[in-house]
């Protein structure tokens, strides 16, 4: 991935081929299929890596690959477009936009920071982003990876020790855009937001953390990142 955001595409296309010739399983292979294919310069080489692509997702069917479905739809409904095929690009258009809809993860879920609070308290939107300080956020995010609430909590602002709390989403929640489909495909780190409080319901104490070297390495490529935050 690194090659490919350098520009050295063939190279990239090399190591992504590789990576499906080594996978040792479907979620693996899902993931080396779904970068083989738009390293395709062949239309119909494209359509069948996406469709390879799709199938192991199907057969995965859990909320990391699933919210790569519509996605995957879409680029198979252009491939035929490109093939003078609109029978079946309306049908993956269609299959598209019936794919699309609300998560369905069961959780738990989980949302890292350095705020001291309590079982009953709720966290709520409306606070400066931890990455764009002059960005008032308008959702609440939380994860079902306790890992990756660790990390937010390691990299969130202030003083406070890091802290990790178990939360229920109290309204309608959606896939992060900020990184579903953006570098990976679908939704692997299940990372959520929502407009309505979360309510915190425990707190873990034990988790994965990060050496300081590596959290002073996320510090500064968040640093850099130019991208901007979908709000």
């Known amino acids: 991935m690194d090659l490919e955001e350098k520009g050295r595409l063939e190279e990239a296309g090399n190591l992504f081929l590789q990576a499906w010739n080594e996978a040792t399983n479907e979620f693996e292979k899902f993931m ?13 080489d494209q359509l069948k890596w996406l469709q390879t692509a799709l199938q192991l997702a199907l057969k995965i069917n859990n909320p990391s690959v699933n919210a790569a479905l519509p996605n995957l739809y879409t680029g198979i409904a252009k491939c035929y477009e490109e093939l003078n095929d609109p029978g079946n690009a309306k049908t993956n258009y269609e299959l598209a936009k019936s794919s699309t809809g609300k998560p369905s993860d069961p959780g738990p879920f989980y949302h890292g ?15 400066n982003s931890n990455y764009q300080s002059d960005l008032l956020m308008n959702h609440i995010y939380f994860t079902a990876l306790l890992n990756g609430a660790g990390l937010a909590a390691a990299l969130a602002k202030g003083d406070g020790h890091e802290r990790v709390y178990i939360v229920e989403p109290t309204g309608s929640f959606e896939n992060d855009p900020n990184v579903t489909d953006k570098k990976f495909p679908g939704n692997p780190t299940r990372s959520y937001r929502t407009e309505a409080p979360l309510k915190i319901v425990g707190e873990v104490t034990d988790w994965a953390k990060q050496t300081p070297e590596d959290i002073q390495k996320w510090r500064e490529k968040l640093a850099n990142n130019k991208g901007e935050i979908i709000n």
Do not use: C, E
């Open 113 to 127: 920071t350095r705020a001291d609070l309590k079982v009953g308290d709720f966290l709520t939107a409306g606070y």
């Open 32 to 44: 080396a299929a779904y970068y083989v294919a738009r390293h395709q310069k062949n239309v119909t």
